[in-house]
């Protein structure tokens, strides 16, 4: 085969940008979509995880949520250093930045300064990716000026997404004055604007939900299911009520059960009739997790 020179000098960019082993079957799939927009969205819309963010990123800022139930975890967000640069300039973010936040699990003990926290192994990752020209109306991944992406640990080459005005939209609703992003936690965007930014978003949770005069009930609210395990005797119904402001689902991990979505509000009923311990999540936010046992 002969290359031309054109074809050469092409290549020896691309394996300058992406060394290799540094690319996925995923990512490899986006390379040549659209110049001066985003190597990770195809022709389709489709999104795929950025390689190696970590060090090739900026990182913006972090999280720590801490879950009624205990539950805690570090979210770090991480996005291309000229999108931050940018940013900075203009106070927003240019077409085809990425946002990557990489949630991990907390881990905690004793260090010889004292008690410490640290990350540990990836959860999920969540990509947006900025889309000022509305490239892809007909794609559900994309709405409200970006694209969205769900990405779990266990399968980081295809995104869990299916609807994002379904699945995450609700979850950005208070940060919607500032394009859909939590700029407040993102001191690497500068400063001047945080302050603003912090007295205009309205975090108030949903009003209180009637609920039934008797029966089990677990509380869905500040990203957590309240209580986390609950023990029912076989033929009982556990009422699950949405508190917060984001929709939410309760979906066993092995799909015996699922509520569909909750939303703000709204509650779901489940009766168990089968003795067992059974593990469940929220299908938009993997890492709300809970579990029903049933025993006699």
Same mark, same amino acid.
């Given at each position: 085969?002969?290359?031309?020179?054109?074809?050469?000098?092409?290549?020896?960019?691309?394996?300058?940008?992406?060394?290799?082993?540094?690319?996925?079957? /995923?990512?490899?799939?986006?390379?040549?979509?659209?110049?001066?927009?985003?190597?990770?969205?195809?022709?389709?819309?489709?999104?795929?995880?950025?390689?190696?963010?970590? =060090?090739?990123?900026?990182?913006?800022?972090?999280?720590?949520?801490?879950?009624?139930?205990?539950?805690?975890? %570090?979210?770090?967000?991480?996005?291309?250093?000229? /999108?931050?640069?940018?940013?900075?300039?203009?106070?927003? %973010?240019?077409?085809?930045?990425?946002?990557?936040?990489?949630?991990?699990?907390?881990?905690?003990?004793?260090?010889?300064?004292?008690?410490?926290?640290?990350?540990?192994?990836?959860?999920?990752?969540?990509?947006?990716?900025?889309?000022?020209?509305?490239? %892809?109306?007909?794609?559900?991944?994309?709405?409200?000026?970006?694209?969205?992406?769900?990405?779990?640990?266990?399968?980081? /080459?295809?995104?869990?997404?299916?609807?994002?005005?379904?699945?995450?939209?609700?979850?950005?609703?208070?940060?919607?004055?500032?394009?859909?992003?939590?700029?407040?936690?993102?001191?690497?965007?500068?400063?001047?604007?945080?302050?603003?930014?912090?007295?205009? &978003?309205?975090?108030?949770?949903?009003?209180?939900?009637?609920?039934?005069?008797?029966?089990?009930?677990? &509380?869905?609210?500040?990203?957590?299911?309240?209580?986390?395990?609950?023990?029912?005797?076989?033929?009982?119904?556990?009422?699950? $009520?949405?508190?917060?402001?984001?929709?939410?689902? $309760?979906?066993?991990?092995?799909? =015996?059960?699922?509520?569909?979505?909750?939303?703000?509000?709204? /509650?779901?009923? &489940?009766?168990?009739?089968?003795?067992?311990? %059974?593990?469940?999540?929220?299908?938009?936010?993997?890492?709300?997790?809970?579990?029903?046992?049933?025993?006699?």
């Amino acid at each position: 085969m002969v290359v031309s020179m054109k074809d050469a000098a092409l290549l020896m960019v691309i394996l300058m940008a992406f060394p290799i082993g540094a690319l996925t079957l /995923s990512s490899a799939a986006y390379l040549q979509f659209e110049e001066d927009f985003s190597p990770w969205v195809d022709s389709e819309g489709n999104i795929g995880l950025p390689p190696d963010f970590r =060090s090739r990123f900026e990182h913006l800022g972090s999280w720590f949520v801490e879950g009624a139930n205990g539950d805690s975890s %570090f979210h770090d967000v991480y996005t291309e250093p000229e /999108s931050a640069s940018y940013f900075r300039e203009h106070q927003k %973010f240019p077409d085809g930045a990425t946002l990557v936040k990489e949630v991990r699990s907390r881990r905690a003990g004793t260090m010889t300064t004292g008690r410490a926290n640290w990350a540990a192994t990836p959860d999920i990752w969540f990509v947006m990716i900025k889309d000022i020209k509305g490239r %892809f109306e007909a794609n559900p991944l994309w709405g409200d000026g970006w694209g969205w992406a769900l990405f779990d640990s266990k399968d980081p /080459s295809t995104t869990v997404t299916e609807d994002y005005s379904r699945e995450c939209r609700s979850c950005h609703v208070p940060a919607q004055n500032t394009d859909w992003v939590y700029v407040q936690g993102y001191p690497t965007l500068g400063a001047a604007s945080l302050t603003e930014v912090e007295s205009t &978003i309205d975090f108030a949770m949903a009003s209180d939900t009637e609920v039934p005069a008797e029966g089990l009930i677990v &509380i869905v609210q500040n990203l957590s299911f309240t209580p986390n395990v609950i023990r029912v005797k076989p033929g009982q119904t556990i009422t699950w $009520v949405n508190r917060d402001d984001f929709v939410h689902t $309760v979906t066993a991990n092995d799909t =015996s059960f699922d509520t569909g979505i909750m939303e703000p509000g709204e /509650s779901a009923q &489940i009766t168990f009739e089968e003795t067992g311990t %059974f593990p469940y999540h929220c299908t938009p936010h993997p890492f709300m997790k809970g579990s029903v046992i049933v025993e006699e």
